[in-house]
């Protein structure tokens, strides 16, 4: 079976060709997202391997049906990037990687909330240009606070226990609390509660119609006053406009994302030659107590393997599974 992959970066290629000399498909990278006209570039392919910011629409898996693409493989967690009720329509088959390492995006999001907070990131530049001044590093102590996690899935569960361990008071928010959270003593409460309550938020829901900037300006305004707010998400949790403002008001004291709404036009690439036209971003990096971050929560060697196994496995059970099911076909 051929496999064609977009948006690939020297990583993805590495790590999947290695993977793949257990599987022997044959493999071909893109560098390119995947849209409404690249989707022309495939040939004589039978699945696609797709990433966060490739654009699987209706229009996208009309095309991919003339191509004769029956299996299209997430090679990520959140699938809010793909038409699924059109994807069952046309009858292709969608699978992706649903926990690869939620270690590693749970201790990303750790290192966020401690350099915000501790400004290793100031002492560093400072301390190479032979200023050893302490003033403006000033932070807080993390042990004694108020963390509250939204969404406590396989990363947020991750989160919410590792923060603890650092002598904090956790709260937790989820329509679907997590058993083994209770029975370990955590505290589940409303989402206001939690918004009202906390002195650090972080986000770990999935991107829904339900979630989509579930902080926006109501939100942001039950928050106390100079709250820390963490997003390994998704980008769409988060109404940027309003932690613009809110930022400027100072309700938000630190604001720390991995993800951002307009990311796919910026994230994955080196733009450093380039005059960025998105003046949302310009303004977000300008304020000294905002930490941005590529999408890079899931980025270690870990989780990079566990994703190339998986998804050529999830490949190669659905193909399995597509030629049993023609077997039956022919029998009846
Ligand atoms: P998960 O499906 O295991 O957990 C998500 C949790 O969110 C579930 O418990 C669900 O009940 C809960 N939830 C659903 N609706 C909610 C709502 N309205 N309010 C609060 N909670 C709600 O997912 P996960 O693997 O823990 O991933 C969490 C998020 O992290 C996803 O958005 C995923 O895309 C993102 N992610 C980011 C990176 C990265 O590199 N930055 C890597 C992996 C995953």
């Given at each position: 079976m051929k496999i064609s992959f977009f948006s690939t970066q020297p990583y993805d290629i590495k790590f999947f060709k290695e993977c793949n000399e257990k599987f022997k498909f044959e493999l071909e990278f893109f560098e390119s997202n995947l849209d409404?006209?690249?989707?022309?570039?495939?040939?004589?392919?039978?699945?696609?391997?797709?990433?966060?910011?490739?654009?699987?629409?209706?229009k996208v898996i009309n095309k991919l049906v003339k191509k004769g693409i029956k299996?299209?493989?997430l090679r990520?967690?959140?699938?809010?990037?793909?038409?699924?009720?059109?994807?069952?329509?046309?009858?292709?088959?969608?699978?992706?990687?649903?926990?690869?390492?939620?270690?590693?995006?749970?201790?990303h999001t750790l290192a966020m909330l401690l350099t915000l907070n501790r400004k290793t990131h100031k002492a560093y530049n400072r301390v190479r240009e032979q200023n050893f001044s302490l003033n403006g590093l000033l932070g807080t102590t993390i042990h004694g606070k108020t963390v509250g996690v939204i969404g406590t899935g396989n990363i947020g569960k991750v989160f919410a226990k590792t923060i603890k361990s650092l002598g904090t008071h956790v709260l937790l928010y989820d329509p679907f609390p997590n058993d083994e959270l209770i029975s370990e003593g955590f505290n589940y409460v409303s989402l206001e509660e939690l918004l009202k309550q906390s002195n650090i938020?972080?986000?770990?829901?999935?991107?829904t119609p339900e979630t989509h900037h579930i902080i926006n300006k109501d939100t942001i305004s039950v928050m106390k006053?100079?709250?820390?707010?963490?997003?390994?998400?998704?980008?769409?949790?988060?109404?940027?406009?309003?932690?613009?403002?809110?930022?400027?008001?100072k309700r938000i004291g630190a604001l720390g994302i991995d993800v951002y709404e307009q990311e796919d036009k910026l994230f994955f690439r080196d733009l450093s030659e380039t005059i960025i036209e998105d003046e949302t971003i310009q303004l977000l990096?300008?304020?000294p107590n905002v930490l941005v971050t590529a999408h890079q929560a899931?980025?270690?060697?870990?989780?990079?393997?566990?994703?190339a196994l998986v998804t050529l496995d999830n490949l190669k059970q659905l193909k399995e599974f597509n030629s049993i099911e023609n077997k039956s076909a022919e029998l009846v």
């Open positions: 409404e006209h690249t989707v022309n570039i495939i040939e004589d392919s039978e699945a696609i391997c797709v990433f966060v910011n490739d654009v699987v629409n209706d299996y299209i493989a990520n967690a959140g699938f809010n990037n793909v038409d699924l009720e059109s994807a069952k329509r046309n009858g292709l088959k969608v699978c992706r990687v649903p926990a690869y390492s939620p270690e590693a995006v749970a201790e938020i972080s986000l770990h829901c999935p991107l006053q100079g709250v820390y707010l963490i997003n390994t998400s998704r980008g769409g949790l988060i109404d940027t406009r309003a932690i613009i403002e809110g930022l400027k008001s990096l300008s304020f899931f980025f270690t060697e870990e989780a990079l393997s566990q994703i």
